[in-house]
């Protein structure tokens, strides 16, 4: 038997954790620690260790399948590509969308947004990063200048201080969380923002605000003002550094403590103690995630930290910032390679600037100058959707509405490694290569760009996503465009585009722990900390400070709909399900759903631990046992979303405006029922 180690990147969370593949006989037998890797040093998450199983998962797609009836026939590549091409010819550019991916490789996100523009025309592309940091992007632009990582996970150790804000990182991030906890063994405080008491506040957490949902402004606010109050503000930072301090000054003056301890259920000692140990820090480092961004106002509470971080210059050295967590493998990556609809790729504004410098880099004329519609918008407005690795049906919110959508449209493509819940809508379904099967690039939280190998053979006729958008652009008469051999060539050309990503090269790449961008040079050793330079990027270079008024969130809980619906995830599943609960060692472990609810809530209801309930939200209803629990706030309940047999997306629903657009899965108004059980 001929036994091979291929090292790679583990596929799932942003962290990016090295590991072996084994391969025996052309299959994928196992997965062994790459012990040399810097991220994760050898360990892995149950996530990691399991990773190769969904492979072998049922319902893997092997061939084209075309809709006939309320079924499926197969169809060759030629036959089913030459219906889509067709159809695209036929269409509008603005009646065309790209649901695009943060799952997949630089190479396939590149090339798809690269078809978009030259071939349709259009900059409706965008990824699930939408759900994730679409209020992330416009709040740190416009603070720091950057929607980035400023530190990177291994510098996290040189903290002292943290806030973890809105992420149960021990079990979504549990590479990051090691490294926490070295740094607390070594004396650094934790200081954990969450309304319910997660692994995370339990196991590293010093001061656990356990505050009400959707009030984090106000907390923050409140932290500002005590630092003010102690003088614990870093003056000098603040002179030379950045703009608006006075505003903010004299707002936080006119705040009241007692209104802030009301809005947040968060007593004014907490606030003090928290307010002062995070100012009195040598490196404090703010890490945020889904609990700050997934708001209606998550503009407000990035800008609130961005504030919050300024005003003590927590800034440009290893183990401070304002970081945001990036949550998919290739969260990053897919904002870097411009699919998103009003990014060209290296983060260039859609214009007609911008139109012009890619048109003349890639040889093609009249691209797209206007923005593109948001994920939500394609799916209420386009006629075509093409979706490439992600899976509304269950991961966007108000999915019976979705549901709808999908069903009146008049050409729904699906590019998936499965036949996922929104595959089984489509009118053709595409087999991709999956992770493991192709080679190609992602980007980690902390602008780590990494090399996935390919180890196996994909099944059947499943291709790369690159090359399947190749081969349409070749239908559709610009394949001279599209001419890649390789995955190789594609980060070539990427090189070329995208200033950051100018030094790194596949060659760069074997490395373990690949580089971290910006790097500008091959000479460039990639960088670790970004604002080392004493400058935001910003276009002044200084740091910019926002005054955020507490505004609550879009649906507040009412006497109808009493409770505060949280969505969110647990350790052994990944978003959708389609790969986690496909794989038998982590569905073993968590097979079904469940809703967390308060003793006293539980009580009141008279529902008993386990019994199942009725949840109910202006949208939607789905039954699941309770989980009667100290760990949650009265009036708020959890949800993990990754069942889609009991869609917690079937019960949430409020978007923000523009430019985010981010549906406020963090907050929902539901009511919980008995369900009558009938003799
Ligand atoms: N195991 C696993 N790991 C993952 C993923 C996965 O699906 N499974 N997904 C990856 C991705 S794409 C992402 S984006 C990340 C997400 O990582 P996290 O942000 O850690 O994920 P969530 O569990 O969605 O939400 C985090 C916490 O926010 C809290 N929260 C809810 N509302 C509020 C609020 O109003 N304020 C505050 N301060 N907190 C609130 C919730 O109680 C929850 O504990 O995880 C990544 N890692
Ligand atoms: N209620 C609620 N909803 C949420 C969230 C929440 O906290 N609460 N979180 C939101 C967040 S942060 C995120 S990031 C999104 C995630 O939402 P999605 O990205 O839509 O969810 P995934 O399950 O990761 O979908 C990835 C899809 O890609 C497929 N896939 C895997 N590998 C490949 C490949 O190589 N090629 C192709 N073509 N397909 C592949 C998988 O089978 C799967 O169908 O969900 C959001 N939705
Ligand atoms: S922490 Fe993330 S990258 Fe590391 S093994 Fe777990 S899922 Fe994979
Ligand atoms: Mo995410």
Redesign the pocket.
Known sequence: MRVEYVPTICP????GCGIYLVVKDGRIAGVEPWKEHPVNEGKN?P?GRSAHEFLYGKERLEKPLIREGSGFREASWDEALELIAERLKGAEPEEVGFLSS?KLTNEDLYVMQKFARCVVKTNNIDT?SR???STTVPALISTVGTGVMETSTMSLEEADCFII?????K????LIARRIMRARERGAKVIV????R?I??RDLADIH?Q??????VA?INGMMKVILEEGLEDREFIERRTVGFEELRKYLSELDMGEIERITGVSRELIREAAVTYARAERGCIL????????VEGIG?IRALADLAMLTGNFGKPGTGVNP????IN?EGSGDMGVVNVFYPGFVRVGEDAARKFGELWGVEGLPTEPGLTYMDMIEKCRILYIQGTNPMVSAPNTNDVRKKLEEKELVVVQDIFMTETARLADVVLPAAAWGEKTGTVTEVDRRVQLMRKAVEPPGEAKPDWKIVCELAAKMGMGEKFNFGSAEEVFEEIRRVVPAYAGISYKRLEKAGGIQWPCPSEDHPGTDTMFADGKFRTPDGLGHFFVVEYKG?AEPVDEEYPFAL??????????TGTM?RRTPRLDAEMPSAWVEINVEDAKALGINDGEVVAVKSRRGEIRVPARVTGN?KRGVV?I???FSETPANALTGPIAEPPSRMPE???SAVKIEKVEVRG
């Open positions: 799932y969370c942003a962290t998450c996530k943060c699930p759900f994730c940091h804000a809105g992420s149960n990182i079990e979504n991030y549990p923002i969450d309304p319910r997660t995370t506040a605000l505050i009400n949902p959707a009030t984090d907390l945020y995630n889904a609990g700050i961004c997934q708001h509470n967590l990036r949550g998919h969260g969130p949280l969505t969110g995830r647990v350790m052994f599943h990944y978003h986690t949650i959890f993990p979303w990754h899965f963090k907050y």
